[in-house]
């Protein structure tokens, strides 16, 4: 469907903004009156990280007049395989500061606005009211309802992706004209069913392909030209060189955006998403040890079976000495436990803790009483343990 322009235009453009912007100014679509929209404009990317990345960029070589970027963390030497708006010098430096310095290197004409902290219930709405349109680059399903929340209770439009190894997803959720992420997804997945890209990996070019989708279908809102992704899901497939489109309909019975919604005001979203499930968390309590509790017991030679929860990709870049590698998965399917052995105390570990600890449930109710997990995983035992051991 096409929607009418989303800002009005500004004023003018200097003449050294028409130099720049020509080849917008000669699409008939776009034209004077679509580049005075951009600049005009007031977008908000969350986060600026994988997608967050490309989308800032291109907005800021589009003319985009305003951007803002909210993001707490700090650039690590794993971002750069995909998070190409940082460099080298910047590891250590705040993502946000990184981001601007780069947003002003390719277009000294766009205003960049920085929210130097986690996007919460208590902030969303106050930052969010600031702004024409809302660009989502998160890669947490709670900040993800967290966004469609604030964006239906302020009915603004925003522009989602996901990413996922070879996959991504791309639509336009606008729930006045259309569906919200809750009509397409109404409740989160289990907790530790669908791992994140630091667990599961992401091809890095894969950002640039979905956050090229998400800028384009930001243009189009703005300027009020094309046909948008609200209603229709883009899904594509790297490795095939494929996509798909699906309808997305809205939701009457949406609880945010239904006819009747229960949900009508900002919510506590790590308890939606259960970021970690309640049997994990009665299992770990009491039951987590540190990695340096788990070197004293290697050096006491106590009888442990360490045994490592990860994939086999992530075992290879670095693993606990000793360790074992045994998936998650074989757990939750039950084929892993006839390997266990019964006369030694079980050490799960993962990369964190949050796998560990559901695996660590699993075993408990298997009767594994005695089994314990490292709360921190194998990144706490290599800062704690091993420096020299690479991270990932």
Same mark, same amino acid.
């Given at each position: 469907? @096409?929607?009418?322009?989303?800002?009005?235009?500004?004023?003018?453009?200097?003449?050294?903004?028409?130099?720049?912007?020509?080849?917008?100014?000669?699409?008939?679509?776009?034209?004077?009156?679509?580049?005075?929209?951009?600049?005009?404009?007031?977008?908000?990317?969350?986060?600026? !990280?994988?997608?967050?990345?490309?989308?800032?960029?291109?907005?800021?070589?589009?003319?985009?007049?305003?951007?803002?970027?909210?993001?707490?963390?700090?650039?690590?030497?794993?971002?750069?395989?995909?998070?190409?708006?940082? @460099?080298?010098?910047?590891?250590?430096?705040?993502?946000?500061?990184?981001?601007?310095?780069?947003?002003?290197?390719?277009?000294?004409?766009?205003?960049?606005?920085?929210?130097?902290?986690?996007? *919460?219930?208590?902030?969303?709405?106050?930052?969010?009211?600031?702004?024409?349109?809302?660009?989502? !680059?998160?890669?947490?399903?709670?900040?993800?309802?967290?966004?469609?929340?604030?964006?239906?209770?302020?009915?603004?439009?925003?522009?989602?992706?996901?990413?996922?190894?070879?996959?991504?997803?791309?639509?336009?959720?606008?729930?006045?004209?259309? %569906?919200?992420?809750?009509?397409?997804?109404?409740?989160?997945?289990?907790?530790?069913?669908?791992?994140?890209?630091?667990?599961? !990996?992401?091809?890095?070019?894969?950002?640039?392909?979905?956050?090229?989708?998400?800028?384009?279908?930001?243009?189009?809102?703005?300027?009020?030209?094309?046909? %948008?992704?609200?209603?229709?899901?883009?899904?594509?497939?790297?490795?095939?060189?494929?996509?798909?489109?699906?309808?997305?309909?809205?939701?009457?019975?949406?609880?945010?955006?239904?006819?009747?919604?229960?949900?009508?005001?900002?919510?506590?979203? *790590?308890?939606?998403?259960?970021?970690?499930?309640?049997?994990?968390?009665?299992?770990?309590?009491? @039951?987590?040890?540190?990695?340096?509790?788990?070197?004293?017991?290697?050096?006491?030679?106590?009888?442990?079976?360490?045994?490592?929860?990860?994939?086999?990709?992530?075992?290879?870049?670095?693993?606990?000495?000793?360790?074992?590698?045994?998936?998650?998965?074989?757990?939750?399917?039950?084929?892993?436990?006839?390997?266990?052995p019964q006369d030694k105390k079980i050490v799960l570990h993962c990369k964190t803790g949050v796998r560990s600890a559901e695996v660590l449930a699993v075993l408990k109710s298997a009767g594994f009483s005695d089994a314990v997990h490292v709360g921190g995983g194998v990144i706490g035992w290599v800062n704690q343990i091993e420096p020299e051991k690479p991270v990932y």
């Open positions: 469907m @096409s929607l009418p322009p989303l800002v009005e235009p500004t004023a003018e453009l200097t003449v050294d903004e028409v130099r720049r912007y020509s080849r917008h100014l000669i699409i008939p679509d776009v034209g004077m009156d679509g580049q005075k929209r951009l600049k005009n404009a007031k977008v908000l990317c969350v986060g600026a !990280g994988g997608l967050g990345s490309p989308a800032l960029m291109y907005l800021a070589a589009a003319g985009v007049g305003t951007l803002g970027i909210i993001e707490f963390d700090e650039v690590d030497e794993s971002n750069l395989q995909r998070q190409i708006i940082h @460099s080298q010098a910047d590891i250590g430096r705040s993502k946000a500061e990184s981001a601007r310095d780069t947003v002003k290197g390719i277009n000294p004409y766009t205003d960049v606005i920085l929210h130097e902290m986690r996007l *919460e219930a208590d902030n969303v709405m106050d930052i969010f009211s600031q702004y024409d349109l809302i660009v989502d !680059g998160t890669d947490n399903f709670a900040t993800r309802y967290l966004v469609n929340d604030a964006c239906v209770l302020l009915n603004k439009p925003y522009v989602w992706g996901s990413i996922y190894r070879f996959d991504g997803q791309a639509s336009v959720f606008w729930s006045e004209h259309g %569906p919200c992420y809750r009509c397409l997804y109404p409740e989160p997945p289990p907790p530790g069913m669908v791992p994140s890209c630091a667990e599961g !990996g992401v091809l890095g070019v894969l950002c640039a392909s979905v956050g090229s989708i998400q800028v384009t279908e930001a243009i189009k809102l703005l300027a009020g030209v094309g046909d %948008p992704l609200v209603g229709r899901l883009m899904i594509y497939d790297a490795l095939e060189m494929q996509y798909r489109q699906v309808k997305v309909r809205k939701d009457p019975d949406c609880a945010i955006c239904g006819e009747n919604p229960t949900v009508t005001e900002l919510i506590d979203y *790590e308890a939606f998403c259960g970021v970690v499930s309640d049997e994990a968390q009665e299992a770990a309590a009491g @039951s987590t040890i540190t990695p340096k509790q788990l070197k004293e017991w290697i050096d006491d030679d106590e009888s442990i079976e360490i045994i490592d929860v990860r994939e086999p990709n992530e075992y290879e870049i670095v693993s606990i000495p000793g360790a074992r590698l045994i998936p998650k998965n074989e757990f939750l399917m039950g084929t892993a436990l006839q390997d266990l």
